[in-house]
């Protein structure tokens, strides 16, 4: 079968490979009907991660049930499914606490497991025409037949629960302010979810004009452009004393305005720990701030020593003197899944407006580098195997 195989620093081509098989008893097989690209995935993409050439891309990944393993319970042929990117096993203290996302079953040495993603375990990714899932009882989430919401549902493997788990991260109650860092798809759903949950203003910072529209337009979220001046000051001009609550949906690739570069992508232009000192700055005291933007503990592209392992100039000193709380890490997507798919089916929630591109598998490659360059009007990469 076809897939999208990573082949080196900004290189991926979709090539054959063996087509997955049923390997345990938990096991089943789905044919991909629409699998996305993340920002996640540019990470190792741009060679800023220790992933290795030959990998399977691919953790957001929905579509049709082919085969079912003798002991899936719940699931047959046919049935369409959704598949956290997370793989978890659902019985291990994490999953049982609801942390899916550090299930200590599915990757040994290491708290949680992905498909097609450097060090999260050996499971393919799906940016292909067929993928295992497996403790499938567990990690398919049900969908209603048809084609109905293929969109918005493919985000329910990631970036719509991602977005909502920041504003959880945060402790977001309605009626409060909150300022969400990056309006990439990610933090996109991160202001829709503010919306949705009830917030009373909302800023979204980003440098990319069409990504700022989309979140003026859907999420009701003030546009702020960090290049043209330092966002924190734009956000206190308009909102004294700070926001109630902050969400990074950047992460350790952040663009310093003050650093210049030929290109703006160079990660000359980058500065690891801006956003989460932007965000300590614009929160007030006592606020709290939820950070899915991902960081890493080994960075070979870092621009320096102390980030290449992870150590970050963040100013702890003004965190602590402004009693301010925070919480990291991967998305539970299972925490969520189910009850924003059930808004989705009623109407109350549409984040399908973050899409822009639908595109064969073989445009993969392209698409890719549009992504990469942040490209105006490049937003949600789907791709259709
Ligand atoms: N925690 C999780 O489970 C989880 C899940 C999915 C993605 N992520 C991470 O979330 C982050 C965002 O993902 P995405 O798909 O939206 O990717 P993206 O790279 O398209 O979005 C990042 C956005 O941040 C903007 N940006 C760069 N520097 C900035 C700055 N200083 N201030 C404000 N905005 C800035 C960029 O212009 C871009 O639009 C990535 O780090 C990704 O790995 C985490
Ligand atoms: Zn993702
Ligand atoms: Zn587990």
Redesign the pocket.
């Given at each position: 079968m076809d897939a999208v195989v990573f082949q080196g620093d900004h290189d991926v081509a979709v090539e054959e490979v063996d087509e997955p098989e049923i390997e345990h008893p938990n096991d089943v097989l789905i044919d991909i009907t629409t699998t996305c690209i993340?920002?996640?995935d540019?990470?190792m993409y741009e060679g800023r991660t220790a992933a290795e050439p030959g990998i399977v891309f691919g953790h957001e990944n929905m579509g049709i049930v082919t085969e079912v393993g003798e002991g899936v319970s719940d699931l047959e042929e046919g049935d369409r499914v959704v598949a956290p990117?997370n793989v978890a096993c659902g019985f291990c203290e994490n999953c049982e606490n609801g942390y899916t996302?550090f299930c200590t079953n599915v990757n040994p040495g290491f708290a949680g497991g992905a498909y097609g993603y450097v060090a999260m375990g050996p499971y393919k990714g799906g940016q292909a025409e067929k993928l295992r899932i497996p403790y499938a009882d567990f990690n398919a989430l049900q969908l209603p037949d048809g084609d109905e919401h293929e969109d918005s549902f493919s985000l329910l493997a990631?970036?719509f629960p991602?977005g909502w788990?920041g504003t959880e991260l945060a402790n977001l109650q309605p009626g409060e302010s909150i300022a969400v860092?990056?309006?990439?798809?990610?933090?996109l759903m991160a202001a829709y979810s503010a919306k949705l949950k009830g917030a009373s203003k909302i800023y979204s910072?980003?440098?990319?004009p069409s990504?700022l529209d989309l979140a003026e337009e859907h999420c009701d979220a003030i546009p702020i452009n960090?290049e043209e001046s330092d966002?924190v000051e734009q956000i206190k001009d308009d909102h004294g004393g700070g926001v109630d609550r902050g969400v990074d949906?950047?992460?350790y690739?952040?663009?310093?305005p003050d650093k210049e570069a030929d290109d703006d992508y160079d990660p000359a232009r980058e500065n690891p720990a801006?956003?989460l000192n932007?965000l300590i700055r614009t929160v007030k005291p006592t606020g709290e701030l939820g950070i899915?933007?991902?960081y890493v503990p080994d960075d070979p592209g870092a621009p320096d020593e102390m980030a290449a392992e992870g150590r970050l100039g963040i100013d702890f000193g003004l965190l602590f003197e402004k009693g301010q709380r925070l919480g990291t890490?991967?998305?539970n997507v299972k925490e969520y899944n189910r009850q924003l798919r059930d808004m989705i089916i009623e109407g109350r929630a549409d984040p399908s407006f973050v899409v822009s591109h639908r595109v064969g598998l073989e445009e993969a490659p392209e698409m890719y580098q549009r992504?990469d360059d942040?490209e105006e009007g490049v937003t949600k990469v789907l791709l259709e195997p």
């Open positions: 993340c920002g996640s540019l990470h990117f996302g990631d970036i991602t788990h860092y990056g309006a990439g798809p990610v933090g910072v980003d440098r990319v990504r960090f966002p949906a950047v992460g690739q952040a663009i310093d801006i956003v932007n899915p933007g991902l890490g991967q998305c992504f942040r």
